[in-house]
C-alpha cells in the first residue's frame, strides 16, 4: 500500500484532457511539494513536473500541476500518443522521514 | 551533458551482498544530494535512500533500515549503494537519481540486481 494514492489508470482519445490525481496526508502532500515523474515503458523516468505546479526546460505546457490540501493533480491537456506512459506523484513525508512515491497511473491513449 | 552510470548489478543469492556504483560527470557532484530507487519487475518506483552533498545526512525507507547503506566519493563523483542480507523482494531495477526532489533531477539508466538461488 502506497503512501501516496493514485488511480491505477487513466485514458483518452488524442486532444482529451486528462486529470491524474494524487491523495497524500498532512506529514507529506499536506506541507511538502510535490514532484511528478513520467516513464516511458522500456525507459527511466524523468521529472516532469516539480514543486507542485513547475515544469523543467523541455517540458510541454500541455503539462500542468496543482495542489489543494492533501492533493495534488497532474493534467495533461490536448493528449498525444506518445504521452502514454506511467505517472508517479513523489514527495518528501515528515513523519517517515522519506520520500514517498504513488503506485503509478497508466495513461492510454484511445 | 549530464550523465550518471550506475554498475555492479548482478545475480546474487538470498541473503549474499552486492555494491552498487553510480559514477557522475556532467555537473557539480557536490552541489547535489544523491538518491537511489528501484523498480521491481512489473511494479511501480521505490525510493530507498539519500545522502546529502557532503555525506553527512542520509535517510533509508524501513524496509532497506540496517541492511543497505548509502555512501559517496566527492573525489571520484561516484555514489554507492552497499547492499546487505538481500531477499528475493529485493529483484529490481536500481536507479541512481541526482536530487530525486529537485527541479532539475537527472535519472541514470539503472541496473538489474537479480537475487535468486
Known amino acids: 500500500q502506497s503512501v501516496l494514492t493514485q488511480p491505477p489508470s487513466a485514458s483518452g482519445t488524442p486532444g482529451q484532457r486528462v486529470t491524474i490525481s494524487c491523495s497524500g496526508s498532512?506529514?507529506?502532500?499536506?506541507?511538502?511539494?510535490v514532484n511528478w515523474y513520467q516513464q516511458i515503458p522500456g525507459t527511466a523516468p524523468k521529472v516532469l513536473l516539480y514543486?507542485?505546479?513547475q515544469r523543467p526546460s523541455g517540458v510541454p505546457d500541455r503539462f500542468s500541476g496543482s495542489k489543494s490540501g492533501t492533493s495534488a493533480s497532474l493534467t495533461i491537456s490536448g493528449l498525444l500518443s506518445e504521452d502514454e506512459a506511467d505517472y508517479y506523484c513523489?514527495?518528501?513525508?515528515?513523519?517517515?522521514?522519506?520520500?514517498?512515491f504513488g503506485a503509478g497511473t497508466k495513461v492510454t491513449v484511445l | 551533458e549530464v550523465h550518471l552510470v550506475e554498475s555492479g548489478g548482478d545475480l546474487v543469492q538470498p541473503g549474499g551482498s552486492l555494491r552498487l556504483s553510480c559514477a557522475a560527470s556532467?555537473?557539480?557532484?557536490?552541489?547535489?544530494?544523491m538518491d537511489w530507487v528501484r523498480q521491481a519487475p512489473g511494479k511501480g518506483l521505490e525510493w530507498l535512500a539519500n545522502?546529502?552533498?557532503?555525506?553527512?545526512?542520509?535517510f533509508y525507507v524501513d524496509s532497506v533500515k540496517g541492511r543497505f547503506t548509502v555512501s559517496r566519493d566527492s573525489a571520484k563523483s561516484s555514489v554507492y549503494l552497499q547492499m546487505n542480507s538481500l531477499r528475493p523482494e529485493d529483484t529490481a531495477v536500481y536507479y541512481c537519481?541526482?536530487?530525486?526532489?529537485?527541479?532539475?533531477?537527472?535519472w541514470g539508466h539503472g541496473t538489474l540486481v537479480t537475487v535468486s538461488s
Open positions: 514543486s507542485d505546479y
Open positions: 545522502i546529502n552533498q557532503d555525506g553527512s545526512e542520509m
Open positions: 537519481v541526482r536530487g530525486l526532489l529537485d527541479g532539475d533531477c537527472f
Open positions: 556532467g555537473f557539480t557532484f557536490t552541489d547535489y544530494w
Open positions: 513523489a514527495a518528501w513525508d515528515d513523519s517517515l522521514s522519506a520520500i514517498v
Open positions: 498532512s506529514s507529506n502532500i499536506g506541507r511538502k511539494t
